[in-house]
């Protein structure tokens, strides 16, 4: 969430950065905020004379006056009055400010002044490229859900039996690989610090709203009506919410945490695109990399998650580059990202299978995570940032294609060997 009072203040400077991302209006935010004030200033100066009559007629009736005096009727008269005042402008500003807040909680985060300038996916900046000796040399690469199925390790056909399509049943040597995955990637990332959870895989609604996904990616989530429950997305919502409302201690800095969850997307809007195979499923598998940062050290430490993200991709010698987003294609919540794309050889493309993202304070603010550094008043609200470390099925993916081999096996990446016990799927 942006800070009103910034929104107030730098109205010029925040509708700019806005309109780098596509254009946010945020006049009916200050109509709304405008309105609120003056609804509050008329409160506050009648709840003042409340206090004023109140004081005026026990001081009268200290020094003797008759408690049915014309004087004190009169009083009480008015005093009656401005309490009926008050019990009318109270409703109406607390649905002010519902309405503003939920005005703002459709803002999204505002671009880092370092991110590209971009309208499209089409004007983000390539950073680096990493592997590229290990492209396949094989000519015949089958799409990975075609070995997939030939190798009886993954099934769609059962899957869209048992729930619906853009489901997938992993079978034998295909549930044991994507163990295995997940156990990589949390053996990595606790040995580069960070302190694993396994967090609810259901969420309430304030859990989505803090991090950023409701109220606008509603139609994205898959919802249990009954209890105010939801189908995690993504291991980042659970994981922020772990501190909501809380002050932590600025000696509690840096928290880092990775987190195996399933996630679950509706993929809404997305129908037609990848409709075969691991890239865009409505159940998979990921692991996520999460920090709850100081304000002064989030852009050094965004730049280590990501690198942690790629020790992944190095470990298993899969080839990819690194993407900084523009400002037009940033997610909701994120003011910085550098997307890792792995190289698919039977599409010939870079595919996204991380996404690394800083969020500075918008998550923190709506969740309100703040801490108390000695010496300085009041408290400050943490930096967030978050990554996948790695989507497992598209890891998968890549692996069945980068290590396929003529003869239509898959030779194992060493770094998975010893999980696994053998060379060869």
């Not at 501190?243 to 997307?265: G, K, M, N």
Request: charged share 25%; hydrophobic share 35%.
């Amino acid at each position: 969430m942006l800070d009103l009072r910034q929104i107030r203040e730098k109205t010029e400077q925040i509708q700019e950065r806005l309109n780098l991302r596509g254009g946010y209006d945020l006049n009916p935010i200050l109509a709304l905020d405008q309105q609120q004030r003056e609804l509050e200033g008329r409160r506050s100066q009648l709840q003042a004379r409340s206090n004023e009559i109140g004081k005026l007629v026990g001081q009268k009736m200290k020094s003797g006056a008759d408690p049915k005096s014309e004087e004190i009727h009169a009083l009480r008269d008015e005093g009656n009055q401005v309490k009926a005042q008050l019990s009318e402008l109270e409703p109406q500003e607390r649905d002010l400010k519902a309405q503003l807040e939920a005005l703002l909680l459709t803002l999204p985060n505002l671009p880092s002044e370092s991110t590209p300038i971009g309208k499209s996916e089409d004007e983000n900046v390539e950073i680096r490229r990493w592997g590229d000796e290990y492209l396949p040399q094989n000519p015949n690469i089958l799409p990975h859900w075609e070995i997939g199925e030939k190798l009886k390790i993954l099934n769609f056909e059962r899957s869209t039996k048992v729930a619906q399509s853009r489901f997938v049943t992993l079978i034998g040597a295909g549930a044991a690989l994507e163990r295995a995955l997940i156990q990589l990637m949390l053996d990595r990332q606790i040995r580069a610090g960070y302190l694993e959870v396994i967090p609810p895989f259901l969420i309430n609604s304030q859990s989505l709203t803090a991090s950023g996904q409701l109220p606008k990616f509603s139609e994205e989530s898959f919802k249990c009506d009954r209890d105010d429950l939801w189908l995690t997305p993504t291991a980042e919502v659970p994981v922020t919410n772990l501190y909501r409302d809380e002050i932590l201690s600025v000696e509690e800095l840096p928290i880092h945490h990775c987190a195996y969850t399933p996630c679950f997307r509706r993929e809404a809007g997305s129908y037609g695109r990848d409709t075969r195979g691991l890239i865009r499923l409505h159940q998979f598998n990921k692991v996520e990399l999460f920090k709850f940062v100081h304000p002064d050290t989030s852009e050094p430490e965004h730049q280590t998650l990501t690198r942690d993200a790629e020790a992944i991709l190095q470990a298993l010698q899969l080839p990819y580059r690194v993407i900084e987003l523009c400002t037009g294609d940033l997610g909701f919540a994120a003011g910085k990202t550098y997307d890792l794309e792995v190289w698919l050889p039977s599409s010939g493309k870079y595919r996204e299978i991380s996404s690394c993202s800083n969020c500075y304070d918008f998550q923190a603010r709506r969740g309100n995570i703040r801490f108390k550094e000695p010496g300085k008043k009041g408290t400050q609200f943490v930096h967030t940032l978050n990554g996948s470390g790695l989507a497992v099925g598209r890891t998968m993916a890549a692996i069945l294609e980068n290590y396929q081999q003529p003869d239509g096996t898959i030779r194992l990446p060493e770094a998975l060997q010893p999980y696994l016990g053998r060379e060869i799927l």
